[in-house]
């Protein structure tokens, strides 16, 4: 298994600010993401942060939104840049284990005011 | 999108199974069933996946059709603590190597 720790756990932003998210893993794993999960909604992938090169984004995430670095095997950082109201979501980090199973963080709760 | 079907709500009796169903009906053929659970306020939990066989854990049942077009999870005697929303999602790779894809859901409520 893996335990997946996750800082903050919650924050409340003033809009045009950025929030770095920092995820750090208990072993060492391939894969690392990011997901959103906006208030009622589902969980939707942002991007695969990709350790010593640049994250791969899914449609509708770009870099200079959502900056992600991935500097070694256990740890991650997304950056939430330039925040509006409508950022106001859950952000989760998630490793792949084993190749069998996704672990994930107790999440982000992200408030822009 | 999503290649799954849920139901949005179910209840359950505390004790009683909990019968999940899922219709993936364009699943391919080397792709696997993932069960995962979100409880309120927690990041989702891995509960058990499959390929053609049921299998069987500590936790639960996941019944599998024989065209595998779609797939029971089964929580055999549910408690208060079950109260979460079941994700059913169709991975190539194990655990999801490319992410995980989630659909909406079922919120399964256990009732006292």
């Known amino acids: 298994s893996a335990v997946i720790s996750q800082k903050p756990s919650r924050d409340i932003c003033q809009r045009g600010t950025s929030l770095t998210i920092q995820c750090q893993v208990d072993?060492?794993?391939?894969?690392m993401f990011w997901y959103r999960q906006q208030p009622g909604q589902s969980l939707t992938l942002i991007a695969t942060?990709?350790?010593?090169?640049?994250?791969?984004?899914e449609s509708g995430f770009v870099i200079d939104k959502f900056p992600i670095s991935r500097p070694n095997l256990t740890f991650s950082t997304l950056t939430v840049s330039n925040m509006s109201p409508e950022d106001s979501s859950i952000y989760l980090c998630?490793?792949?284990?084993?190749?069998?199973?996704?672990?994930f963080g107790q999440g982000t709760r992200l408030t822009v005011v | 999108d999503a290649k799954t079907t849920q139901p949005p709500s179910m209840d359950c009796a505390e004790g009683r199974a909990a019968n999940l169903p899922c219709n993936h009906s364009?699943?391919?053929?080397?792709?696997?069933v993932y069960w995962y659970r979100q409880i309120h306020s927690q990041g989702p939990q891995y509960i058990i996946h499959g390929l053609k066989n049921n299998e069987t854990n500590e936790m639960a049942s996941l019944i599998i059709t024989e065209d595998r077009k779609s797939s029971t999870l089964i929580l055999p005697h549910a408690t208060l603590r079950d109260t979460a929303v079941y994700y059913c999602i169709v991975s190539l790779s194990g655990g999801g190597a490319d992410g995980l894809t989630f659909g909406k859901g079922t919120h399964l409520i256990i009732q006292p």
């Open positions: 072993s060492q794993v391939t894969m």
């Open positions: 364009t699943i391919s053929g080397n792709e696997y």
């Open positions: 942060a990709n350790q010593g090169s640049e994250a791969t984004y």
């Open positions: 998630s490793a792949e284990v084993r190749g069998t199973e996704a672990f």
